[in-house]
């Protein structure tokens, strides 16, 4: 494979193995793997899902699409599964976008909602052990959205140079 297209393939395994050195960078080595690597599973998912996919729950653009979707529509409030996606949505919108989002969302009363989805999804799940995975997501929150929060902004303050690739390397077709 040229080096272009090698640097450019992306695969779900590489992207979480991305996000789970980011956040592992951020914590402190007393953090629960379970919870380290459901985090950069959420970061690695979004990455890779696009907002307006048909082939599965599309990654919202803004929280008010989260509202749209899991608020007002009261239908999926003991759906497990839309619960634990709108959790999931909170926080990577409440987090990892926070500086985009706080301009026109309450992002605390989002994040509020974020761990209260990940409760309820808690509530409805039937494996015990993902249960309590989930409660503990909405015990700590808060503490698991202020990462991803740093995360952005060391991967925003990051500078990624890549080096140019040689003129002579491509060649027309």
């Not at 395994?13 to 985090?39: I, K, M, S």
């Not at 890779?48 to 999926?76: K, N």
């Not at 698991?144 to 740093?150: A, G, L, S």
Request: include cysteine; charged fraction near 25%.
């Amino acid at each position: 494979m040229d080096p272009v297209r090698e640097l450019m393939a992306v695969d779900h395994r590489r992207t979480l193995e991305f996000f789970v050195l980011g956040l592992r960078d951020l914590c402190d080595a007393t953090v629960d793997q379970q919870e380290l690597l459901y985090n950069a599973s959420i970061l690695a998912h979004f990455a890779q899902v696009s907002t307006s996919s048909a082939d599965e729950l599309p990654t919202p653009p803004h929280l008010g699409a989260v509202f749209d979707g899991f608020v007002i529509d009261s239908t999926v409030r003991q759906d497990r599964a839309l619960m634990e996606a709108a959790g999931a949505q909170c926080l990577l919108l409440t987090g990892f976008f926070e500086s985009q989002m706080r301009r026109r969302y309450n992002v605390r009363w989002y994040a509020q909602l974020g761990a209260d989805f990940f409760r309820r999804a808690a509530r409805y799940e039937p494996s015990r052990r993902k249960a309590q995975l989930l409660h503990t997501l909405a015990q700590r929150f808060e503490v698991w959205r202020q990462i991803h929060v740093r995360l952005s902004r060391e991967l925003r303050d990051q500078a990624y140079l890549l080096a140019s690739p040689d003129p002579g390397s491509f060649r027309a077709a």
